[in-house]
């Protein structure tokens, strides 16, 4: 079932704010709305979509049943930082959410269920590898888009990849055009 129109006071829920604060918003135009013929206003999905983006605020995955989940595994902070940044930039219709180091990866693949995993070739411990070849085995995520990530591509490491079962090897730093393909964007 599709939401066809919000009230105010859902509008607070779903984002956090208080009804009074939607509502001043409505006041003031911020954000589109209408009245009923009771007066009571009410704000379609895709306006308060637009009103969120618009004022860099998240927008909550019941507004967007499309989005496509994205979970970033690397070993290194700055890079997961600066890639999810880059990534919320060029990918609006796109959620990121990062995970730094292959076992708290693995972590948030089997609770968060994202359709997609950007993953780093080299981290310590458990190498990119393995852990697509875990996401294969396991019935419950063997589905998930898996791109391999590498600043060292080699022939051996993409046929390492290609034998876990990942979909893509990419090369650093990120070629955006591949990924939008790749995920179908």
Known sequence: MTIAFLTSHAVAELIGVSPST???????GLLPAFRTPGGHRRVEPSALVEFLRAHQMPVPRTLLPQAKRLLLIDDDAMFLRSTKRLLKQQFNE?????????VEGLLRIGTDKPDAVLLDAMMPGMDGVEVCRQIRQNPSTSEIVVIALTGRLDEELAAAFKNAGATACLRKPLDLEALKQLLGL
């Open 22 to 28: 939607v509502l001043s918003w409505i006041d003031k």
């Open 94 to 102: 796109l959620e990121i959410e990062t995970a730094e180091g292959s």
